[in-house]
């Protein structure tokens, strides 16, 4: 049974940061690509990141670059997203999702499997 678990979301004050973590489990984690995704209230779920376990090629969204790195510790099948500098704009729901041959890492469509989301709230 394929499992993606995310965790480490919460409420931070703006300015400060919060790591999450995806851990996966039933797919060969080194074949797939994980990406990020966020959804805020009323908005459309925006792709924010993702690494390809492949070659470790990264994405970023222009909203999050220079704030947000994303890692991968195949050892332990789980990507990182280290969020710093987080402002209120960041407020959302967030997901990360895997996909085996993920070529337009922003659109939801490449990716198979998705997790059930963590919260993040951040306060200004």
């Known amino acids: 049974e394929v499992q993606l678990v995310e965790s480490g979301g919460g409420l931070v004050q703006a300015g400060g940061s919060l790591r999450l973590s995806c851990a996966a489990s039933g797919f060969t984690f080194d074949d797939y690509a994980i990406g990020w995704f966020r959804q805020a209230p009323g908005k459309e779920r925006e792709g924010v990141s993702c690494?390809?376990?492949?070659?470790?090629?990264?994405y970023y969204a222009d909203s999050v670059k220079g704030r947000f790195t994303i890692s991968s510790d195949n050892a332990k099948n789980t990507v990182y997203l280290q969020m710093n500098s987080l402002k209120p704009e960041d407020t959302a729901v967030y997901y990360c999702a895997a996909g085996p041959a993920v070529v337009r890492p922003s659109q939801e469509y490449e990716y198979d499997y998705w997790g059930q989301g963590t919260q993040v709230t951040v306060s200004s």
């Open positions: 690494i390809r376990s492949s070659d470790g090629s990264t």
